[in-house]
């Protein structure tokens, strides 16, 4: 009998290892009989229903042969087999059953001769894997200050436990303050076989942490890791939050050739092919991905992307609609949702995006910047508290700054415009890979208009030409730039300026009234109360609304830019 028992397990373990997971289950199920139901053989016949798709098969194995209380292991393989049928209520009843504690941890660990050789999961990051699960119960619940609790947990058990960490930083569950303070604490040291794997952990963990906070630090990569396509990933989206999407595009280019599936890779290339105005290439990609993952949220966000860049918005909040049905947790999914309502004007509606998001993404200051953004538009008082809680999440974020500035201004406060600007500036200059970038431009202008009304002339002009540096033909730029000559009396800049801006928008009012104004001036009248004058009447005319320019961002995380125009 001893001799025909291990042959069944040797080939239960053979098909397991070729993935002939039904091969599996037909000999596990003869082992089973033949050790009259030893504790060992049950556990391999559930693994291999499990690994075969049979979640709830495995699950009754385990449970109608008493499995579930005694030992630890099972408890945990039927929490999982819940977990795939979505039964996130029984995965924590589950799991919290209160022999769930360190003694029957040790009691299971005494039972390995028991269970047999599954070092899995039998090893000390059981209670790593139980803390993960929980979580992600908890999240799928959204009970999200547990599920944070929990994947913290997981870390601190294991600190090779990716997909706790991943979880913590791709959902935003922690501030990027509070994942570094987290991380400080972790016991890399301790669990790390040597410091040469630990500064490995710690590189691959913070150099993503660096990104997602735009604390950009200068890490090198370890020699083993420098193939790892992870490492790649983390390169192109630093390129990718420093606007620079050519060179993130040729980074995911390279990474999508080796693994065309790579999850977070993708989510940035269709962000950088939003960013383009690729709507080719997009279409390729939406069409391929519904092709051959029409399961996956990112298939459909892709072709949400594609009609939002097409500017169909009806029909890009068709699909971004089915994609956070397929995974209502896709912060990035929610926030596209939002960008298609923003687009044609409906504020209510892209608000209400804009909060799912917020609430699946509590860690994340975009969420609050768009909603921020869509209450200035609608001229809401609760604009400025949204802004500053993005501010609280990411006091060095230049957008957030620059749309604080501009608020500012706007309500007439300007020393207080004039200091977030100046800081998102500092910032963007502080990054070499911010600074050529074109979405900075209207940073610029905003700044030399408040520069403007605080009569720092030169600084106005100044930071005008580096807008113009950017986007040399936009006649705005211009406009403002000759209004600044005009109010230093310097009327032959002020008309070249003026002749330029209507060489590229001859409709625009106001720069035809100061161009008339200032040839009537160099005709010997009264300059200071020409100027007045037209300054006046354009104060009238236009007031201090802001004109918006629609970006997006990458994650399909679209920021709306306001442009000051000239009063």
């Known amino acids: 009998r001893s001799m025909k028992l291990e042959r069944a397990r040797v080939l239960v373990q053979d098909s397991l290892e070729r993935h002939l997971y039904e091969n599996a289950v037909f000999w596990a199920d003869k082992a ?36 579930i209380q005694s030992h630890l292991v099972c408890r945990y393989l039927a929490a999982k087999c819940h ?57 799928a619940l959204e009970k999200r200050a547990y599920a944070r609790k929990n994947y913290k947990e997981a870390l601190r058990h294991d600190v090779f436990c990716y997909e706790a960490f991943n979880s913590l930083i791709s959902h935003h569950l922690l501030t990027p303050q509070e994942a570094r303070e987290f991380l400080d604490s972790l016991p890399f040291d301790e669990q790390c076989s040597d410091s040469e794997e630990g500064d490995s952990v710690k590189f691959l963990y913070y150099s993503q942490l660096d990104v997602k906070s735009q604390d950009f630090q200068e890490r090198d990569v370890p020699a083993l890791l420098e193939q790892s396509l992870d490492v790649a990933v983390v390169a192109m989206e630093q390129h990718y939050v420093n606007w620079d999407h050519d060179a993130a595009v040729q980074i995911s280019k390279q990474i999508l050739k080796q693994d065309p599936y790579h999850p977070q890779c993708l989510l940035l290339h269709i962000g950088c092919l939003v960013a383009q105005e690729e709507t080719n290439d997009l279409f390729l990609l939406a069409h391929k991905l519904v092709d051959d993952c029409p399961q996956e949220a990112i298939s459909w966000y892709a072709v949400g992307c ?30 596209a949702f939002g960008h298609a309502f923003a687009h044609e004007g409906e504020h209510d509606q892209a608000v209400a995006a804009y909060q799912t998001a917020a609430r699946h993404m509590p860690g994340c200051h975009v969420p609050l910047l768009l909603i921020g953004q869509e209450y200035v538009q609608m001229d809401n008082i609760l604009a400025e508290k949204f802004l500053k809680q993005a501010l609280t999440i990411a006091p060095r974020d230049p957008d957030v700054l620059h749309e604080l500035g501009v608020l500012k201004y706007q309500s007439g406060v300007y020393l207080k415009a004039e200091k977030y600007l100046t800081e998102a500036i500092g910032v963007v200059d ?80 106001f720069t035809v009234q100061m161009l008339s104004n200032e040839l009537e001036l160099l005709a010997d009248v009264d300059p200071l109360q020409g100027i007045e004058l037209v300054a006046a009447s354009s104060q009238e005319d236009d007031g201090s609304q802001g004109s918006t320019e629609t970006v997006d961002d990458g994650f399909g995380q679209s920021e709306t830019l306001s442009d000051i125009e000239i009063d």
């Open 430 to 509: 502080q990054h070499t890979g911010m600074v050529a970038q074109l979405h900075w431009e209207a940073l610029l202008n905003n700044y030399g208009h408040v520069c403007r009304k605080l009569g720092k002339f030169d600084e106005a002009i100044q930071s005008h030409k580096r807008a113009l540096s950017l986007i040399p033909h936009n006649p705005s730029t211009h406009s403002a730039l000759g209004f600044v000559y005009s109010l230093m009396g310097e009327r032959m800049k002020a008309v070249e300026e003026y002749h330029k801006a209507l060489e590229l928008k001859r409709e625009d009012s």
């Open 32 to 67: 089973v009989s033949v050790s009259r139901g030893a504790a060992h053989d049950v556990f391999v016949l559930a693994q291999a229903l499990f690994l075969g798709g049979h979640y709830r098969r495995a699950a009754q194995w385990l449970s109608s042969n008493g499995l």
């Open 83 to 139: 977990a795939q049928c979505a039964e996130w209520k029984r995965v924590i009843d589950l799991l919290d059953i209160p022999a769930v504690a360190n003694a029957d941890a040790e009691l299971t660990r005494k039972e390995l001769s028991d269970i047999g050789d599954t070092s899995l999961i039998l090893s000390t990051a059981v209670d790593s894997a139980i803390c993960y699960l929980r979580g992600t119960a908890c999240q």
């Open 306 to 335: 594609y009609y939002l860049s097409c500017r169909k918005f009806d029909m890009a909040r068709q699909f971004f609609s089915k994609a956070t049905t397929i995974d209502p947790l896709f912060g990035e999914g929610w926030l």
